[in-house]
């Protein structure tokens, strides 16, 4: 029985989609360990906001990517588990809310990233021992 499924060599992009080259996760999970003064404060107050489902840091679910501040103005770099999660706008105003609310940051940028892709992988001890204590296995 033949297939007319071709095999992955015969695979080409879509020609209406713009392919871009994704980061590399190396150095994801973001946590910022690294970071002080007002870049520190924003990570703290992210490290206070907690999945709507389970009761663990979205910075150790893997969700941050980075966090920039310059000039008042904190980026904020975040993907979600995917891009159909019904609690997008609920995360994604709560942690515009709380980095707004730092001391010394005057506006807030948001960006949803997909790239690279969020994954188990990405989630860091604390946050696997986390969701070992909630009951999931990983």
């Known amino acids: ?17 713009d392919y871009r080259e994704g980061e590399s996760t190396a150095d994801l999970p973001a ?23 389970m009761p663990i840091s979205i910075v150790d679910l893997g969700l941050l990517y ?13 993907t979600l588990t995917y891009s159909g999660c019904p609690a997008r706008d609920m995360l994604t105003e709560e942690v515009k809310a709380a980095v707004a609310a730092v001391d010394g940051v005057e506006d807030v940028e948001l960006r949803l990233v997909w790239s690279p892709e969020w994954t188990v992988e990405m989630v860091t001890d604390q946050g696997k021992n986390d969701l070992r204590e909630f009951g999931l296995s990983i």
């Open 1 to 17: 029985m033949s297939s007319n499924i071709p095999d992955d060599t015969d695979a080409t992009p879509c020609a209406y989609t």
């Open 31 to 53: 946590t910022g360990d690294d970071a002080t003064g007002l870049a520190a404060d924003v990570w703290d107050v992210l490290y206070g906001i907690e999945d709507p489902e």
């Open 66 to 78: 980075g966090v920039d501040v310059a000039d008042g103005i904190a980026t904020v770099d975040m």
